[in-house]
Every structure is written in C-alpha cells, then in structure tokens.
C-alpha cells in the first residue's frame, strides 16, 4: 500500500475533500452516500468495518501512523499525503487534528427496525427530534457505555453520520447500529404490536412523570425497553407519548427546570442497563 503525494489544490483526486464544512452544512454529503471521518481514532474504526472506508487524506506528521493503521486493517484504499497547508486549503478549515477520511454511508444508512437488533434487543433508544449535533453524539456515546443495542431516529434528528457528531461520539456512532424512521410513533406503536413486552418509556420534564429510579435494568424481569429522548426545546412529540408505556423523569433541584438531553440520557439509560 503506496500513499500517494498531492501537491496541487485542482488534483481531482482531493475533490471528496474540498469545501468539507460547507457541504456537511447543507446536507450534501448524505446525498452523495458518503460521510467524512475526522481524527485518527474515528479512522481507526472505520477501518474496523470491512469496506466502509474509501480514502484517506492525511497530513505528513500522521501519515506514518494512518498507513500502518491501513496495513494493520488490511484495508484496500487510497492514502493521499499533503502538507498541512494544502489540507487547510482543500478542507477550508484548519484540520489540526491531521487525519480526514472519507466512508460509504450505504452499510450503515441501510437498516430497518424490523430488523436486528432493534426487533430483538432489550435495551434501544429512540431520539424524537433531537436536532443539536453534539447531543446526538454523547447519546451515542452513552448508549455504548451502557449496552443499548440500537439508536432510533426521527427524520427530523440531525444526522448521526456528521462529521462532528462521529467525533463526539468517540466513533460509537459507527458501531452502534442505528435506523431512521419518517413516523416514529407509529414506529414505536408497531414494535409494541410485535413484542407484546416491549415498554416506551419518555424521557420528560415534568413532575407527574414517574421517577426513573422505579425502573431497575438489574432487575431479573426487566421487560425490553425503549427509552425516547426529545429535543431540547419541542421535547418529546405528543404523538409519541401517546403511545408510550410511561413518561419518567430524573429527580433534580426545584431551582432547575432541566437537563441537557444527552446528560439526561445518560443517567436514564444507566438506571435501565443491566450493566453491573
């Protein structure tokens, strides 16, 4: 595996990599069927998932380390070596973390919910509207951190392939499987009609929620659960919670009227998890 050295900005060989913000922004990227990893760590999983990764650009200081990566992965792709100046140029923004890669979105766009893990698992989430990038990427995060088996998103949640909501991630948004849904109540409802044990819970603000503590993960008859999260803002859609099973609420400071979604998905999800 030769890397391969550019020092043109018009090479065609760097136009996956041009205008890399500008074209994450406008949705452009998940047009094309593909999305941008960013760091060496993020590169490293994807190199993890036999044929997702179709080329890297790395700068001359991590090149050594990508290509060993690559060989280490036995991956067959394109290595493109720049200097740091040329990247920031191409990307039109300084990437000095040094590594950009570019993965095919199609193996991990294409799930369906009827489907494993999400018709099998015990413990899924469900993100209703959550729109803010960096919240989507700690909730993948924590749902890794406490055995969740797949993530549900409403069409109206942000993209959890975007370059930055990988990286808050820590890559998890790779690995744990994820499906959309255009209708997520009638999402939710259908699963419930399959597993007659499957429950809905809520996460919500307001006190006649039942505490989350009342649902124990450890317990031996933990039923399968579904824990929705909502935005920041418009919360959970009455539509959902129509059909769930309960709403629950974290118990915090009467002074404070919330938490951030991904810290209350956190501590919700470590309630429900079976993880000792």
Excluded at 118 to 124: E, G, P, Q, S
Excluded at 189 to 194: E, H
């Amino acid at each position: 595996m030769l890397p391969i050295r550019i020092t043109d900005i018009d090479d065609p060989r760097l136009s996956d990599y041009r205008f890399l913000r500008e074209r994450d922004l406008s949705g452009a990227r998940r047009a094309e069927g593909v999305f941008v990893g960013e760091t060496l760590p993020i590169l490293e999983t994807m190199l993890t998932i036999p044929g997702l990764t179709r080329s890297v650009l790395t700068s001359d200081r991590l090149a050594p380390r990508v290509i060993a990566a690559a060989q280490a992965a036995r991956c067959d792709l394109s290595i493109f070596v720049v200097d740091d100046a040329l990247m920031q140029q191409t990307a039109g923004f300084d990437v000095h973390r040094g590594v950009l890669a570019i993965g095919t979105r199609g193996q991990l766009d294409a799930r369906s919910v009827s489907e494993a893990p999400f018709a099998t698992d015990r413990l899924l989430v469900a993100l209703d509207g959550v729109g803010n990038m960096d919240n989507v990427g700690a909730i993948f995060r924590s749902a890794a951190a406490f055995g969740v088996g797949g993530v549900i998103l409403s069409g109206n949640s942000h993209d959890p392939l975007y370059r930055k909501v990988v990286r808050v991630s820590m890559g998890y948004a790779l690995r744990i499987p994820f499906a959309w849904s255009d209708d997520l109540s009638a999402t939710l409802a259908r699963m419930k009609s399959q597993r007659d044990d499957l429950r809905i819970l809520c996460a919500v603000c307001h006190g006649d929620a039942r505490d989350i503590a009342q649902f124990d993960g450890r317990a031996r008859s933990t039923p399968p659960t579904v824990l929705v999260v909502g935005g920041e803002y418009a919360g959970i859609s009455p539509a959902v919670r129509a059909i769930s099973t309960a709403c629950v609420r974290i118990s915090i400071a009467s002074a404070v009227d919330s938490l951030n979604a991904a810290v209350a998905a956190s501590i919700c999800l470590h309630r429900l998890s079976n993880i000792a």
